[in-house]
């Protein structure tokens, strides 16, 4: 199988996915976009008949509308501060890359809900390293999706990433009044005496005391050998 084959074959697979678990998605409209930075790419590198690509980083605004039917799913969404018009409002990091001259491009958009606040569709498609600010070549890979004119946009959409360089988050209201029990694992790549469980980092605990607050070790996924507070 040809890899562009293989790149078919994951589009098709991606959009089956949200018809099949989404059938009634929650609604958020985009209420303005702001553009912090726009720069060449690799000082102006093109990239074949597409020429060169620019990157644009920013902000992307949204607002929700608690009352929709279809926003239900969103658990406490009624519970969050609501603007002058009753709408809950939210706001994300944004990243593109695009042609510089857009005719030159294939007028196709890949977009990339980032997972855990990474950038991840260059390391997928174009063999590059691991990717943070798209500012170097090896970040890049080999350029394939860009010799073929692709846009590239991140969205971030969890507000609990880590605060990191180059890490793309979204800023989320508080649910007011609520509380409840938050769970994380965590799973060490080396012996430490310390270790920062980051997934938790985006909640306050009520009550730093509780003895509800605990440490469970576990030596395999089965079974729990220790509690601590």
Not at 138 to 150: I, K, N, P, T, V
Not at 157 to 181: C, H, K, S, Y
Request: charged content about 25%.
């Amino acid at each position: 199988m040809t890899r562009m084959r293989q790149m078919r074959t994951m589009y098709a697979s991606l959009a089956v996915i949200p018809l099949l678990i989404a059938p009634a998605p929650a609604r958020a409209e985009v209420s303005r976009v702001e553009i912090a930075t726009r720069a060449d790419v690799l000082g102006g590198r093109s990239f074949g008949s597409v020429g060169p690509y620019e990157q644009i980083v920013g902000r992307v605004y949204f607002s929700v509308d608690p009352a929709d039917e279809r926003n239900r799913v969103v658990v406490d969404l009624d519970k969050a501060a609501k603007n002058a018009a009753g709408r809950v409002e939210l706001s994300a990091d944004l990243a593109i890359l695009r042609p510089k001259d857009p005719s030159r491009g294939s007028g196709i958009a890949l977009i990339d809900v980032v997972n855990r606040g990474r950038k991840r569709v260059f390391t997928s498609f174009n063999r590059a390293a691991e990717t943070g600010h798209l500012s170097t070549a090896a970040e890049l890979g080999d350029g394939f999706l860009l010799h073929r004119g692709y846009t590239l946009v991140w969205v971030g959409w969890e507000f609990d990433v880590p605060q990191r360089d180059g890490a793309m988050r979204i800023t989320a209201p508080n649910a007011i009044g609520t509380t409840g029990l938050v769970r994380a694992t965590i799973t060490p790549n080396a012996r430490s005496t310390e270790v920062t469980v980051g997934d938790l980092i985006g909640y306050t605990p009520s009550d730093p005391a509780a003895a509800a607050n605990t440490l469970t070790v576990r030596d395999n996924f089965a079974r729990a050998v220790a509690a601590r507070r």
